[in-house]
Nanobody, 115 residues
Framework: QVQLVESGGGSVQAGGSLRLSCATS????????MGWYRQAPGKQRELVAQ???????TYGDSVKGRFTISRDNAKNTVYLQMNSLKPEDTAGYYC?????????WGQGTQVTVSA
């Protein structure tokens, strides 16, 4: 059973920083792709950032230059460093992993940014 567990969400003022973590139940190197998505109330889930097994990263336009995705292979964990947070970054953040033919999601962690 593949499990993804997010942590690190919380409340922060605009301009602040948070780091989200996504721990996997198996070697992170076995995932073809790991990514972070977010969903705000009334909006569709959108890509925030993703990283391939080869280390290639992709970012959503609204977070480029502010967020950084990285991984620690030894800890089987993917991180999302979020800097210069804005109120519009407020959302539930979800970790997604593609392993084999399947995709797996974590339960999500809430990020709230106040003005």
């Amino acid at each position: 059973q593949v499990q993804l567990v997010e942590s690190g969400g919380g409340s922060v003022q605009a301009g602040g920083s948070l780091r989200l973590s996504c721990a996997t139940s198996r070697s992170i190197l076995t995932f073809n792709l790991m990514g972070w998505y977010r969903q705000a109330p009334g909006k569709q889930r959108e890509l925030v950032a993703q990283i391939t097994s080869g280390g290639t990263t992709t970012y959503g336009d609204s977070v480029k230059g502010r967020f950084t995705i990285s991984r620690d292979n030894a800890k089987n964990t993917v991180y999302l460093q979020m800097n210069s947070l804005k109120p519009e970054d407020t959302a539930g953040y979800y970790c997604r992993g593609i392993y084999g033919l399947g995709q797996y999601w974590g339960q999500g962690t809430q990020v709230t940014v106040s003005a």
